[in-house]
Structure formats: structure tokens, C-alpha cells
């Protein structure tokens, strides 16, 4: 990343800690009337009106998100306009707005829903309205998708084999349809290799930060001597190993595809939410991030192999002339399980993003992975070969 774009990433973050940055309204749940909603819903429907707005609840986090139940007049009702809809906004917390605005999360999402979005299936909501602006200020409207009788997985729960699947699917699907694509170097040049990410340098110095906590408090956390191996190669050679990850085919990824952030559909299928990082890299990246988090132990050793060769195979059924090699996928499984076990222990030491014992669980699950698939190990093999 370029002294620029650090001083640039800086800038985001002083303005999403002063509470007077500029930015378009409504920014905030708050902000949202029935007026402003209605003009955006119904543009294209002449008389229709929102009468009524009711709050339905939601959650805050490094967004504010909440859910709206909606009256229309009868010109509205007749359209068919939605009864329901799910906000996206502007966090209140200064400390929660800092991590958005750092990389950009609210841009990167927003550049998502009008750029990308459009050329997907049903892998992602649809978004009636997005905006943003300086210091992590922004606002999404999107359909609210348990009018579609889907259902959000909670961070930490452990996914069935049969939604593991479907998200191979998904994945499959999605890093088909931009697998060494030009675009990456066009019109989706934003979506930057990890190196390349807005506040790439502010991550890895955190990343860096949590492992030496970890590594000092090591015999307190209970860390195997795997783990601990894991993490000093890691604090030895970070940069030089996240340059690799340019290597070989890239693609557009979600980023942060934790169970979470997910969700099934009645049919059987499965999407994702929360495209607030999407960036550049192998696939099998994506994988390994859901898998290690979010199946349990027992569910992941038993299915594992035989998922990412349901992912393989999407790929080919998706048009990708050449996917990876079931042991080249193989390999980068093993490999970036340290990259799942870095962002459960960040999220730790981040505190309130996620509820403590999900964190714990996930933490477990990355560490008992490091062991199951010897990831010090490759990471030493890959150490080994960098130039």
C-alpha cells in the first residue's frame, strides 16, 4: 500500500471520529423519515405514500442495522411496493466507525451494490438505495429478505453440512463469474489484492499486534506449540507472505465470509451479507474462512475434502476452464487457515464486534485446525520459498 493511500486511510479515520464530518443525510436509522424512504422506494409509482413506519429491531455493531415494517397508501399498496425493508447505516460509536472507515468498508460496499451486485444471481440482497461518504457516514436500503423466508445464521453457530454446501455453490458461482477476470484491472480495479486494500498497512499492524499479545500470553491462552510456530513465522514474514497471495488465479472474493454472514433460503440455497471487504485473491481463501469458523470440529474433519471438491467441480460447471487442482486447493486450505485463526483473535481483542463466547468457539476451532492440518508447517514451506 502507498504512503498515500496510508495517509489517505488516516484521514477516513480522523473524520469518523469527529462527529461534524460532512456527508449527504439521512446517515444514520435516525435520520430516516417516511418522506425521504418513500421518495426512494417509490420513484417510478405516482401517489404512492408511506403512511406508517414501524421499527422492528435490529443490532449495532460496526454498523447500525435494523429492520422496518412499512403502510402504504393505497396507490403504494397497489404497486406492490415492499412492506419491509432492512437499513444499513452509519455506526454511532466513534471507536466501531474507525475500523469502517480505515478500509474503507462502507465505499467498498456501497461500490458493491452498483457495480457487482447487478451482474449476480440471488447470492446477495438487492439494494434499493446506497450512499456513502467521508468518515464511515453512509446508508444502505435493502430488500429485507425474511420476506423471502430466509434465514441469518448467528455469528459463532456452527453451520449444518447441507448450508456448508450451498455455500459452495455460492462461492463457486461468484468466483466464476470474475475468475481472472479483466475487469479486476478495470472498471473493478478498487478491488484491490490484499496488499493493495485501502488501510492494508493500519490491518497488518494489527494483525501483527494481536499475535504478539497472544504469543506473551501464551501459556495463559493455553496456545500448542503449532500454533506458536504459526504465529512467529507469520510476525516474521507477514508482508512477503501476503504478497503470494497474488499468486496464481485471482478472483473477487467476499472477504468476510463467516457464518455470520450468511443465510439460507427455504429452496436449500444460500447468499451472503455484508460485502464491506471484498478484495482480490485465490478462492480458496474464501473457503477456509467459512469453514474453519464456521462448521464444528467434527463436521468440519468428516466433510471438509469433500466440500471444496463440490466447490472444484462449481467451478467447472461455472465455465472455468482450468480450476486449481483438488491438491493445489488442497495446499491453500491448509495455508490460510492462519488467516482465519489472525481474524477470530483480532476480533477478540476488538471488543463488543461479536458475542465472547461465539469469539471463544471460533478461537477453538481455528486453533484445533492449526493442529488437525499442520498449518505451521506450510506456512514454514511457504516462508521457505518466498524470494
Not at 88 to 105: C, D, E, G, H, I
Amino acid at each position: 500500500m502507498s504512503i498515500a493511500a496510508t495517509i489517505g486511510a488516516l484521514g477516513q479515520v480522523a473524520m469518523a471520529l469527529s462527529p461534524w464530518a460532512p456527508a449527504p443525510k439521512p446517515r444514520t436509522v435516525a435520520e430516516v423519515d417516511q418522506g425521504w424512504l418513500g421518495n426512494v422506494l417509490a420513484a417510478g409509482t405516482p401517489g404512492a405514500r408511506i403512511i406508517a413506519m414501524e421499527d422492528r429491531g435490529g443490532t449495532s455493531g460496526t454498523t447500525d442495522r435494523r429492520r422496518l415494517a412499512l403502510t402504504w397508501n393505497e396507490a403504494g399498496a397497489e404497486a406492490g411496493l415492499p412492506a419491509s425493508l432492512f437499513l444499513k447505516a452509519t455506526s454511532p460509536s466513534p471507536k466501531n466507525r474507525t475500523m469502517v472507515a480505515a478500509l474503507w468498508m462502507a465505499t467498498n460496499e456501497v461500490k458493491f451494490y452498483d457495480q457487482v451486485r447487478p451482474s449476480l444471481g440471488e447470492i446477495a440482497p438487492i439494494a434499493h438505495h446506497a450512499q456513502a461518504s467521508h468518515g464511515a457516514r453512509f446508508m444502505l436500503v435493502l430488500e429485507d429478505l425474511l420476506e423471502r423466508g430466509a434465514e441469518p445464521i448467528m455469528s459463532g453457530e456452527a453451520a449444518t453440512v447441507g448450508h456448508a454446501g450451498a455455500l459452495m455453490d455460492v462461492f463457486a458461482e461468484l468466483h466464476a463469474a470474475y475468475w481472472c477476470s479483466p475487469r479486476l484491472k478495470a472498471d473493478l480495479s478498487w478491488v484491490a489484492p490484499m496488499t493493495g486494500r485501502p488501510g492494508f498497512s493500519l490491518l497488518a499492524s494489527q494483525f501483527r499486534r494481536t499475535r504478539r499479545k497472544f504469543l506473551a500470553q501464551a501459556d495463559q491462552r493455553g496456545l500448542s506449540p503449532r500454533v506458536r510456530r504459526m504465529l512467529e513465522l507469520l510476525n516474521a514474514d507477514d508482508i512477503a507472505l501476503y504478497r503470494t497471495w497474488e499468486d496464481g488465479p485471482q478472483t473477487l472474493v467476499h472477504g468476510d465470509s463467516h457464518v455470520g454472514n450468511t443465510y439460507a433460503l427455504p429452496d436449500g440455497r444460500a447468499g451472503l451479507l455484508d460485502w464491506q471487504v471484498i478484495f482480490s485473491t485465490r478462492g480458496m481463501r474464501e473457503l477456509t474462512y467459512f469453514m474453519i469458523g464456521g462448521l464444528d470440529v467434527d463436521t468440519r474433519r468428516a466433510n471438509e475434502k469433500a466440500l471444496i471438491q463440490r466447490y472444484l467441480d462449481g467451478l467447472a460447471t461455472h465455465g472455468v476452464a482450468e480450476p486449481p487442482t483438488f491438491e493445489e486447493a488442497w495446499a491453500d486450505y491448509r495455508y490460510f487457515v492462519h488467516d482465519s485463526w489472525d481474524s477470530v483473535a483480532l476480533t477478540i481483542l476488538w471488543a463488543g464486534l461479536h458475542p465472547a463466547e461465539a469469539l471463544a468457539e471460533g478461537l477453538r476451532r481455528a486453533s484445533t485446525a492449526v493442529e488437525d492440518l499442520a498449518t505451521d508447517e506450510i506456512v514454514a514451506e511457504r516462508v521457505a520459498a518466498l524470494p
